[in-house]
């Protein structure tokens, strides 16, 4: 019987083992303290009158509920969160940037209450001269450092308040920026600006992460304590903001007065073509110079004749935007500094008409110097207004005087070397080499028994280079001569005419202009014909009527 009894006891525990709600916690039940009567449970049917409705008006009155329809309330009872005001609210003296409104944070917490806490007991000491001891940290703070890190942490501080920027991990760079962010009542914020500018100049080579977080914390820093953009301190590093700021329309700041300095800007901020990167620019040393010195003074001159002209450059239809985002993002900051920032300003990324403008105006001025030195390709441009490229002709004209020698880049002293013997021409010995080419022509043509026809020319047979020596304007005359169709030609612009010309003479058209300028630089040092925008020729404006006067003689 003990055996059955214990056998079924086996039997309760193994079934109760899969019994799932014997595992879960009892639901605790509320126990009357009296239990109810019978009559209390039985079920009463309440009797209810509807409320009457309003004939004179069909909206509800507030707090009662409708006897039909919706129970939506009417829009005008609804009351809309207002939005916060802002904490400070201002225009800044900046063409670009309409209104700035700093936003208190949305939430007040206290995390980095203790950083601050520790900032300000430590801001007075200073450290011992010792030697740089490594430190890391994602997000550094003071409470983790030893205190050989401190005491080296506490001296390369006392070198940067001084003026000295030793080497030094970039963890205590960044753990003085989060000083200077969060200490506004220990650090002035006009040097606040001027420590975080310097500290970006002198470690930017060093650590290039500075460059992705100091473009948008120095613009926080200032908004927020309505300081000026630090574009003068900052001009070495204007490429640098315009590949990592968020907002470059901050340091682009025209002032109107500096001319030379906007210029530095739009070539900055406010162009679709990196001159840096073209044909020229990399051909040579000269050509790099000359690039750097006269396409930002050609946008200055621009700039400058176009305001003097009652022309607002900078607001060539310039787009408005608003920026909204959260200040100092990435930094260690407390919720005391912590804002929320909205920018009304005209944004450089967004106003295409000005962009194009100042395109056009780099590659005009790209065209003329590759002008200057010979090289034929040109750049396209688009839609640069004719006021505009009259500007830039007198600019250039100033500049580089008609009466000119093309810029050579200086030779190296090893090619001298290579120079063919320079001799006296004259025009006999000119004469025997002519002889003496026509023989050797008729010697061919007697030998291969092939018969040549006269060439009918409409002009004479141009002399050879070699035989021009003109010492006045009477042997330049003289000279000239067998080219008088085709400069009449090229004066009236009449390419066909000029293509017919060089045909019949059996040449190219560019061997023809070639010996001209040729010709003309060995007697007065410059050139007579350039090539125009149209891929043609013209005469040179200064020598066109020297030129007819001479043919006529």
Not at 394 to 412: G, H, L, N
């Amino acid at each position: 019987m003990n055996n059955d009894q214990n056998s079924k006891k086996s039997a309760n525990a193994l079934d109760d083992f899969w019994d799932i709600e014997s595992l879960l916690p009892q639901k605790k039940t509320v126990r009357p303290t009296s239990a109810p009567s019978r009559a209390n449970t039985e079920a009463t049917e309440i009797e209810f009158e509807p409320p009457k409705k309003q004939e004179s008006a069909s909206v509800p009155t507030e707090g009662k509920i409708p006897s039909s329809g919706s129970l939506t309330q009417p829009s005008a009872s609804i009351k809309k969160p207002t939005p916060p005001e802002p904490q400070l609210r201002y225009q800044p003296r900046h063409p670009l940037i309409s209104e700035v409104r700093i936003y208190p944070w949305r939430s007040n917490f206290g995390f980095y209450e203790r950083f601050c806490a520790m900032a300000n007991a430590l801001y007075d000491r200073h450290g011992a001269p010792c030697d740089p001891v490594p430190f890391f940290s994602y997000m550094p703070q003071y409470d983790q450092m030893n205190r050989a890190q401190l005491d080296w942490y506490l001296h390369w501080r006392d070198c940067i308040r001084g003026g000295e920027y030793p080497e030094t991990d970039y963890s205590y760079i960044f753990l003085y920026l989060f000083e200077i962010i969060n200490l506004t009542d220990r650090i002035a914020p006009a040097d606040g600006q001027r420590m975080m500018c310097e500290i970006w100049k002198r470690y930017r080579q060093t650590y290039p992460l500075l460059n992705r977080y100091l473009a948008d914390w120095i613009c926080d820093y200032s908004l927020i304590h309505r300081l000026a953009p630090p574009a003068q301190v900052l001009a070495d590093v204007l490429p640098i903001i315009a590949d990592n700021s968020s907002f470059k329309e901050f340091y682009a700041c025209p002032t109107g007065d500096d001319t030379t300095q906007d210029a530095q800007i739009y070539l900055t901020f406010c162009t679709n073509y990196n001159y840096r990167k073209s044909k020229l620019y990399l051909a040579g040393s000269a050509q790099k110079n000359a690039m750097n010195e006269h396409i930002p003074a050609a946008i200055s001159v621009a700039v400058k004749a176009l305001e003097e002209q009652n022309t607002s450059f900078a607001a060539t239809k310039m787009q408005k935007a608003t920026l909204s985002r959260d200040s100092f993002i990435g930094a260690l900051c407390s919720g005391r500094m912590k804002r929320r920032i909205e920018v009304d300003y005209c944004s450089f990324n967004r106003s295409h008409e000005l962009r194009f403008l100042i395109t056009d105006i780099i590659k005009y001025t790209e065209n003329k110097l590759r002008g200057l030195f010979g090289m034929k390709s040109k750049l396209s441009v688009y839609a640069l207004p004719d006021q505009v490229k009259a500007i830039l002709d007198e600019y250039f004209a100033q500049v580089f005087p008609s009466k000119r020698k093309p810029i050579m880049e200086e030779r190296p002293a090893y090619e001298t070397l290579y120079d063919l013997p320079t001799t006296e021409l004259s025009l006999s010995h000119a004469e025997e080499i002519e002889q003496s080419s026509w023989d050797v022509t008729r010697q061919l043509v007697e030998a291969f028994e092939e018969p040549q026809s006269e060439p009918t020319a409409v002009a004479e047979e141009p002399p050879q280079e070699a035989e021009i020596v003109a010492q006045d304007d009477t042997d330049l005359a003289v000279a000239l001569k067998p080219y008088a169709a085709l400069l009449c030609a090229i004066d009236r612009q009449d390419m066909t005419q000029v293509k017919e010309i060089a045909r019949q003479l059996g040449k190219l058209p560019d061997a023809l202009v070639e010996e001209i300028n040729t010709l003309a630089s060995d007697v007065f040092g410059d050139i007579l014909i350039e090539e125009n925008e149209h891929g043609g020729y013209a005469m040179i404006e200064d020598y066109r009527d020297d030129i007819a006067s001479l043919l006529k003689q």
